[in-house]
């Protein structure tokens, strides 16, 4: 048991499953504060909240360049901060509002069907012209078959999908390497 808690009190690896925990909170309280405003927390409502993932992310690069890296950060410790700050954050998220649209409040998906359903049938012309009638059906299909717990994979697979670019932005931004070696060669 010693040997697992000393493999997770490495800075690369404890800093940013911190920041993903707090990323998933504060994603978890976004999605509270849509409910509490009545409108439905999911879809495209629920968007907004990568903002917080790419804070959070540039964020945890700059505090492990600053206090871990004394003032390095490589390319390779941004990237491999930022994934595991957005899949941790997309991981506790994903769960949380599983747990609350399960125990809580269950009309939140019911309401979110419902939506989905009704934006599919607005553009039912469109879509019908560009996939087919058949496409359609098995496209509306779905979304009646959907179930809770795919909110949890949607939630990891659309961030890490989305985390793509800020994350390579983020990275290019904010490295900083020691180049004294190549002034000494010279």
Do not use: Q
């Given at each position: 048991m010693n040997s697992i808690l000393q493999y997770f009190n490495k800075p690369m690896?404890?800093?940013?499953?911190?920041?993903?925990?707090?990323?998933?909170?504060?994603?978890?309280?976004?999605?509270?504060?849509?409910?509490?405003?009545?409108?439905?927390?999911?879809?495209?409502?629920?968007?907004?909240?990568?903002?917080?993932?790419?804070?959070?992310?540039?964020?945890?690069?700059?505090?492990?360049?600053?206090?871990?890296?004394?003032?390095?950060?490589?390319?390779?410790?941004a990237l491999t901060i930022c994934y595991i700050v957005n899949t941790?954050?997309?991981?506790?998220?994903?769960?949380?509002?599983?747990?609350?649209?399960?125990?809580?409040?269950?009309?939140?998906?019911?309401?979110?069907?419902?939506e989905m359903a009704t934006l599919l049938e607005a553009g039912k012309v469109e879509l019908v012209k560009n996939i087919g009638e058949a496409e359609y059906a098995k496209m509306y299909a779905s979304i009646q078959e959907m179930d809770k717990s795919e909110i949890i994979t949607d939630e990891i697979s659309k961030k890490t999908v989305m985390a793509i670019i800020p994350i390579l932005i983020i990275s290019l931004l904010l490295r900083r390497q020691d180049h004294a070696f190549l002034r000494d060669r010279t």
């Open positions: 690896l404890k800093m940013p499953l911190v920041f993903g925990l707090a990323t998933g909170l504060l994603v978890f309280g976004f999605f509270l504060g849509l409910y509490f405003m009545n409108i439905v927390p999911l879809g495209n409502n629920k968007i907004l909240d990568f903002g917080i993932h790419v804070i959070m992310m540039a964020g945890a690069c700059w505090y492990y360049r600053k206090v871990i890296g004394k003032g390095f950060l490589h390319l390779w410790e941790v954050a997309s991981f506790i998220a994903g769960w949380l509002m599983y747990l609350f649209i399960t125990y809580v409040d269950p009309t939140i998906f019911t309401r979110y069907l419902a």
